[in-house]
């Protein structure tokens, strides 16, 4: 796909982060236009997770730049990233695991909400009308993720599938442009799986998104990414379309490297 700069949405230049003497991202440069859902895969260990990092103020890279919607965001830190339009969700699943279902979800909205602290602390009658339409698009977003039925459950008691679903119910809470999913199947069964991949592909649509999704499985994306990236051992060894990663040499040879 070109790289005009109005469709740019997510311009990374040669970003590295070390730690101590390893590279764990070297010199990556990569950009999503917006409207792509973008696979960012490789083998164990190959950075991908810190990439995300990077993208969401984690860490500040060590060098380079990063761009969401043509303004620098290195470095920020990770709420400022948030409200600047980026969302993700965490490979080991993050929830509020002793609050609701639907509790979950409304601190999110309640990080973006308009209603200020100030009515909020005096519960004027603008804090309550604020809250019941908070609830509302809480329940809106659940009933998406055919979650609602659970909303008043405590999060800990969903299924490890459902925890998965409602951390991705959370980070659209937040209203994002992009969306950064970190290996939103793992520890899915294959039916769950393939419900939840075309189920990213729906709210992409429904909702504006841009996604990054970090996949181990190259199978998985292959059906749903418009484009691929991958990366092994810290450095971005291809780009391209489904079809042209599953026949690149070095991404065969990286992904043989790590059965061996
Ligand atoms: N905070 C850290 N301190 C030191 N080393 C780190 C840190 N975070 C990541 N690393 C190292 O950086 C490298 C890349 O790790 P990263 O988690 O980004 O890879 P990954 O592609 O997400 O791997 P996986 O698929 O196994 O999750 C690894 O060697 C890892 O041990």
Same mark, same amino acid.
């Given at each position: 796909?070109?790289? %005009? &700069?109005?469709?740019?949405?997510?311009?990374?230049?040669?970003?590295? /982060?070390?730690?101590?003497?390893?590279?764990?991202?070297? +010199?990556?440069?990569?950009?999503?236009?917006?409207?792509?859902? $973008?696979?960012?895969?490789?083998?164990?260990?190959?950075?991908?997770?810190?990439?995300? !990092?990077?993208?969401?103020?984690?860490?500040?890279?060590?060098?380079?730049?990063?761009?969401? !919607?043509?303004? %620098?965001?290195?470095?920020?830190?990770?709420? &400022?990233?948030?409200?600047?339009?980026?969302?993700?969700?965490?490979?080991? $699943?993050?929830?509020?695991?002793? =609050?609701?279902?639907?509790?979950?979800?409304?601190?999110?909205?309640?990080?973006? #909400?308009?209603?200020?602290?100030? %009515? %909020? =602390?005096?519960?004027?009658?603008?804090?309550? &009308?604020? *809250? +019941?339409? $908070?609830?509302?698009?809480?329940?809106?977003? @659940?009933?998406?993720?055919?979650?609602?039925?659970?909303?008043?459950?405590?999060?800990? !008691?969903?299924?490890?599938? !459902?925890?998965?679903?409602?951390?991705?119910?959370?980070?659209? #809470?937040?209203?994002?442009?992009?969306?950064?999913?970190?290996?939103?199947?793992?520890? =899915?069964?294959?039916? *769950?799986?393939?419900?939840? =991949?075309?189920?990213?592909?729906?709210?992409?649509? *429904?909702?504006?998104?841009?996604?990054?999704? $970090?996949?181990?499985?190259?199978?998985?994306?292959?059906?749903?990414?418009?484009?691929?990236?991958?990366? +092994? /051992?810290?450095? @971005?060894?291809?780009?391209?379309?489904?079809?042209?990663? /599953?026949?690149?040499?070095?991404?065969?040879?990286?992904? @043989?490297?790590?059965?061996?």
């Amino acid at each position: 796909m070109t790289q %005009s &700069k109005a469709a740019v949405l997510l311009d990374v230049k040669e970003a590295s /982060r070390s730690f101590g003497g390893l590279k764990a991202v070297s +010199d990556v440069s990569l950009h999503i236009n917006k409207g792509e859902l $973008i696979g960012l895969i490789g083998p164990n260990g190959a950075g991908k997770t810190t990439l995300f !990092n990077l993208l969401t103020g984690v860490y500040p890279p060590s060098s380079g730049s990063i761009l969401l !919607n043509n303004e %620098s965001i290195g470095g920020m830190k990770p709420y &400022k990233i948030n409200h600047k339009g980026a969302a993700r969700t965490f490979q080991n $699943i993050r929830l509020f695991t002793a =609050m609701t279902v639907l509790e979950n979800v409304k601190i999110a909205f309640h990080q973006h #909400a308009k209603h200020s602290l100030f %009515s %909020s =602390m005096l519960r004027l009658p603008k804090h309550f &009308k604020g *809250e +019941d339409e $908070i609830t509302q698009k809480a329940m809106d977003i @659940l009933k998406i993720f055919n979650l609602a039925d659970q909303s008043h459950e405590v999060a800990s !008691n969903l299924s490890y599938g !459902n925890q998965r679903r409602l951390e991705i119910a959370r980070a659209l #809470a937040a209203g994002p442009k992009l969306l950064l999913l970190d290996e939103p199947a793992a520890g =899915m069964n294959p039916n *769950e799986t393939r419900d939840l =991949m075309n189920l990213i592909a729906w709210i992409r649509e *429904e909702f504006d998104l841009t996604i990054l999704l $970090i996949e181990h499985d190259m199978s998985l994306v292959m059906g749903v990414c418009n484009r691929i990236y991958v990366l +092994d /051992r810290g450095i @971005l060894i291809a780009d391209g379309t489904p079809v042209e990663i /599953r026949n690149n040499p070095k991404v065969i040879e990286a992904y @043989l490297g790590q059965e061996a």
